[in-house]
């Protein structure tokens, strides 16, 4: 997230909204606030001031007396000029009680139900805090854990020893680039196939890269026979938006998620690409014959299109039902739940705004898009999330977990068994950027970390 202090907002607001209007000579019936900001801002920075006001830090002060100081007195340093000749007092004052009011919104971290669960009941154990980047975890058979390090190593976590398996594919490592999930073959004890998802090199133009899904068989501490099931068209110069997450289905079929690689305007809404989109494939990277744009393009593995950065995927195994999330704009994070042929909308419609400030579009539905389950005001960062059906936890049961990078804890969102959605509650609150979250085959609940990068377990209390 941008940070962005006060003064340098509203100097680009007065400035582009305002201008050197004349003087108004009379406010005895000063307008509402909401209009001001819908009439002077809102063509420049959006309806959604809860996004137009999600920041941490307020250089010039955050308080009603600083606020109004600034709209009324600019700043000749950064050329914002004075409005207290265009503004009355009270029209000044209102605007910032209006903006001050989203910002506690905010602060408040609420959109519809959102509370702090104790969770007294648990304690987080520590298993290693040698991987700089958990990306992607998942567990043997045997119980020992396969991770991921975004920098391009996978290791082998069990009894407290950390080892590093061999023959990962070269991975393009700038930027959000990298090294990301890994998901074991449904018939892992026959076969010992795993699957990696990272960030690939172009073979001849090293500026560009792409996201891949490697497909290898583990024998012992070595990936052999390795090869690419999956390469997403067209490779991209820009060094983020991803996704990647991978999902195994009841019937076998491999999901993939992909980001837009953010070419917002040009990838996600055309199907004649793989960026901004779910892919469904058969364990071996062919296309399935059911798949919805299967004769339309050349990119069959299409199963969903109109994505920003899907960095979540999960799945309810009981229900059939495959849900993701995708890292929005500022106040754009969503939850989805994922159906074939359908477009969600990026970005076309979105609950968020630009990192700037500024709105890219004044859309939040249209025929033809499908809505998110949820969306998150402030963003949280979303990425990582777990369908929980373990009975160590018997209160999470079929409720979704999901990661915050941004204020590092773990959200857990009330689910019900039509896909709808509740509310929120954070968990964990401290705990670190949240990178990754699995539900082991021990049952236990895996939270990957970075920044410091840490691997920790969710274990009840006795």
């Not at 499908?370 to 777990?386: D, F, H, K, N, T």
């Amino acid at each position: 997230m941008r940070q962005f202090s006060i003064l340098i907002i509203f100097s680009i607001v007065m400035v582009a909204c305002f201008g050197q209007s004349k003087k108004q000579n009379a406010h005895s019936n000063e307008r509402p606030p909401a209009q001001l900001y819908a009439e002077f801002c809102a063509s420049c920075h959006g309806q959604k001031v809860e996004a137009f006001v999600d920041r941490r830090n307020w250089e010039y002060g955050d308080d009603k007396a600083s606020i109004v100081k600034v709209i009324a007195f600019g700043a000749d340093t950064i050329g914002m000029p004075a409005y207290q000749d265009q503004l009355t007092q009270a029209e000044t004052e209102s605007l910032a009680d209006f903006i001050l009011n989203a910002k506690d919104y905010v602060d408040g971290h609420s959109q519809e139900t959102v509370s702090q669960l104790d969770t007294s009941a648990y304690k987080q154990e520590l298993v290693t805090d040698v991987i700089n980047s958990v990306w992607g975890i998942d567990q043997l058979p045997d119980s020992t854990l396969l991770c991921t390090d975004k920098e391009g190593k996978l290791w082998q976590v069990k009894d407290g020893l950390t080892i590093e398996i061999t023959g990962v594919p070269d991975v393009y490592y700038k930027g959000q680039a990298g090294l990301m999930d890994v998901c074991l073959h449904p018939q892992f004890k026959e076969n010992k196939i795993i699957y990696l998802s990272y960030s690939k090199p172009h073979i001849s133009d090293q500026d560009k890269s792409t996201t891949a899904v490697y497909r290898a068989r583990l024998e012992n501490n070595t990936l052999v026979d390795g090869k690419d099931i999956f390469v997403a068209s067209p490779y991209h110069h820009k060094q983020y938006h991803y996704g990647c997450r991978l999902q195994f289905d009841n019937s076998g079929y491999l999901f993939i998620s992909v980001g837009e690689r953010g070419n917002r305007d040009v990838f996600p809404q055309d199907i004649t690409n793989s960026n901004g989109k779910v892919h469904r494939v058969k364990d071996d990277g062919s296309i399935p014959d059911d798949n919805p744009f299967v004769g339309q393009t050349d990119i069959g593995s299409i199963w969903s299109y109109g994505h920003r950065n899907p960095q979540g995927l999960c799945y309810d195994s009981k229900q059939d039902i495959l849900y993701e999330h995708e890292h929005g704009p500022r106040g754009g994070d969503e939850l989805n739940l994922i159906k074939p042929s359908v477009n969600y909308g990026w970005p076309v419609i979105s609950y968020g705004i630009n990192y700037s400030g500024t709105t890219f579009t004044d859309l939040t539905s249209k025929e033809g898009m499908e809505q998110p389950l949820r969306y998150w005001v402030p963003s949280i960062a979303p990425c990582g999330m777990e369908f929980i059906t373990s009975d160590k936890y018997p209160e999470w049961q079929g409720d979704i977990l999901t990661g915050s990078l941004k204020y590092d804890y773990v959200a857990r969102t009330d689910m019900f068994d039509d896909g709808s959605v509740g509310g929120d509650e954070r968990l964990f609150q401290g705990i670190g950027r949240v990178r990754s979250i699995h539900q082991g085959i021990d049952g236990y609940i895996y939270v990957g970390l970075e920044e410091p990068g840490k691997l920790v377990r969710i274990v009840p209390k006795q």
